[in-house]
């Protein structure tokens, strides 16, 4: 997910599944195994979930088929690979929740509170950087949603949409030849001298000193 930022010592040795919201919408799935649900908007983020040799089997075999899949040319090879992915989705979800502690001790109405608050921060972070906003979306108080947040021992709804809007910043810089100015009118900001003080507040480096770093491998961001 965009929200997400992974870094792996040995690339080499991964085997990554990615999807686009074109082919597997975000929205028009049953809500747990949509891209809303318990896997990328769930408590944890990011979720690592353990394998035990006969789960990595079966998943190593759904990759097989999937491989598999991808070298057919008919009609019914979109639908089938949609299918298989939803299967995949629906198996590490199994997973993930018998490997959340969080996910049996709290109803599902508070999980589902916090889920649709990260949705919202992903979609209205360049322009929307305060509680206020959100909670009045999700028709809560700021004072309720930081609460539940303490709750589940996640870092406060303010620190997550200064979080967002950093590893945004980061990638600009990183991966385009952005100015500060340049960044901080795409992320909101009216005052690009507001933006800079921001940012070194939160990473401790100016942004010419984060600059002069470049990108660092082997990362996914």
Same mark, same amino acid.
């Given at each position: 997910?965009?929200?997400?930022?992974?870094?792996?010592?040995?690339?080499?040795?991964?085997?990554?599944?990615?999807?686009?919201?074109?082919?597997?919408?975000?929205?028009?799935?049953?809500?747990?195994?949509?891209?809303?649900?318990?896997?990328?908007?769930?408590?944890?983020?990011?979720?690592?979930?353990?394998?035990?040799?006969?789960?990595?089997?079966?998943?190593?075999t759904?990759?097989?088929?999937?491989?598999?899949?991808?070298?057919?040319?008919?009609?019914?090879?979109?639908?089938?690979?949609?299918?298989?992915?939803?299967?995949?989705?629906?198996?590490?979800?199994r997973?993930?929740?018998?490997?959340?502690?969080?996910?049996?001790?709290?109803?599902?109405?508070?999980?589902?509170?916090?889920?649709?608050?990260?949705?919202?921060?992903?979609?209205?972070? &360049?322009?929307?950087?305060?509680?206020?906003?959100?909670?009045?979306?999700?028709?809560?108080?700021?004072?309720?949603?930081?609460?539940?947040?303490?709750?589940?021992?996640?870092?406060?709804?303010?620190?997550?949409?200064?979080?967002r809007?950093?590893?945004?910043?980061?990638?600009?810089?990183?991966?385009?030849?952005?100015?500060?100015?340049?960044?901080?009118?795409?992320?909101?900001?009216?005052?690009?001298?507001?933006?800079? &003080?921001?940012?070194?507040?939160?990473?401790?480096?100016?942004?010419?000193?984060?600059?002069?770093?470049?990108?660092?491998?082997?990362?996914?961001?």
């Amino acid at each position: 997910m965009g929200n997400q930022h992974f870094r792996f010592e040995h690339p080499e040795s991964l085997v990554g599944w990615a999807f686009n919201r074109d082919f597997y919408c975000i929205l028009d799935h049953d809500q747990e195994v949509g891209c809303v649900g318990f896997l990328f908007y769930g408590v944890r983020s990011p979720l690592f979930i353990s394998l035990t040799a006969k789960e990595e089997e079966n998943f190593n075999t759904l990759e097989n088929i999937l491989i598999d899949e991808f070298e057919e040319s008919d009609n019914f090879k979109g639908e089938m690979l949609r299918s298989l992915l939803k299967r995949l989705i629906i198996k590490t979800t199994r997973l993930g929740k018998t490997q959340t502690d969080t996910y049996h001790h709290f109803p599902d109405h508070k999980l589902d509170l916090i889920r649709r608050f990260a949705l919202s921060v992903e979609i209205h972070f &360049r322009q929307q950087h305060e509680v206020k906003f959100y909670a009045e979306a999700l028709h809560k108080s700021p004072k309720t949603l930081s609460n539940l947040f303490a709750l589940y021992k996640q870092p406060t709804p303010s620190e997550i949409i200064h979080n967002r809007i950093i590893l945004e910043a980061k990638r600009l810089f990183l991966y385009t030849d952005k100015s500060a100015k340049e960044a901080a009118f795409e992320l909101g900001f009216a005052n690009p001298e507001h933006f800079s &003080r921001f940012f070194k507040s939160k990473t401790g480096f100016s942004i010419t000193d984060f600059k002069k770093q470049g990108p660092k491998k082997p990362a996914i961001l």
